[in-house]
């Protein structure tokens, strides 16, 4: 048991460490309680859950230390600022909306790579997260009897499916939705209430390079 935990705790960190398309998650588990119903699935999401929390935290990590710090341009650094400020002046509002989000199997890398943009404290997201995945995870093993027949059906024949055109076209899409997170005058759309992008400036002296 003790060996197979340790090999979903790293099997989930790393799917969850991707910055981008890597497999859903719920599908580590919905495969274990498919083919291992005998397995305490309650006890492994819950390693699950802190494994993907990890990940995704570390996720964070590096983009605040190498987008933030070396890629952004002082301009986007100061209009993702202004989204900052809104979430601390509204931090039990931030974390009710991680949570229900932590609760749906929709992706949350990207999310985890835009709050890093932010340099808040990433234990806002960070304890929702790990609440909401602990029981999605959950849930998705406990009813993967019949979510892994299906699973199995969809797969057969196509063991790679996951990339496939939909799956590679919305991750680049997303992706390129970051990039764009970075290009907005967040502090302009937050204090007039209109939308505007950042104006690109060839002089900006603290990072001529810079998105």
């Known amino acids: 048991m003790i060996g197979q935990v340790v090999l979903v705790f790293l099997i989930v960190f790393i799917l969850n460490l991707i910055p981008a398309f890597a497999p859903p998650t719920w599908m580590v588990f919905s ?72 609760f749906s199997p929709l992706p949350s890398n990207y999310l985890f790579i835009a709050y890093g943009l932010t340099a808040m404290e990433l234990a806002l997201i960070a304890v929702p997260f790990f609440i909401g995945r602990s029981v999605s995870y959950s849930f998705w093993g406990v009813t993967s009897s019949v979510i892994g027949r299906r699973i199995n059906g969809a797969l057969h024949g196509h063991p790679l499916s996951y990339l496939s055109a939909y799956f590679v076209v919305t991750q680049i899409a997303l992706l390129y939705g970051v990039y764009l997170f970075t290009r907005v005058d967040w502090r302009y759309v937050l204090d007039e209430k209109k939308f505007r992008w950042l104006p690109r400036n060839a002089h900006d002296s603290s990072n001529s390079r810079g998105l």
């Open 31 to 102: 495969f274990i309680g498919f083919a291992y119903p005998q397995i305490n699935v309650v006890v492994l999401a819950l390693v699950g859950a802190v494994a993907a929390t990890l990940g995704r935290v570390t996720l964070a990590k590096l983009a605040q230390v190498i987008v933030r710090g070396r890629l952004l341009s002082r301009r986007s650094k100061e209009s993702i600022d202004a989204i900052k400020e809104r979430l601390q002046q509204r931090r039990k509002l931030t974390f009710g909306v991680f949570l229900i989000y932590a």
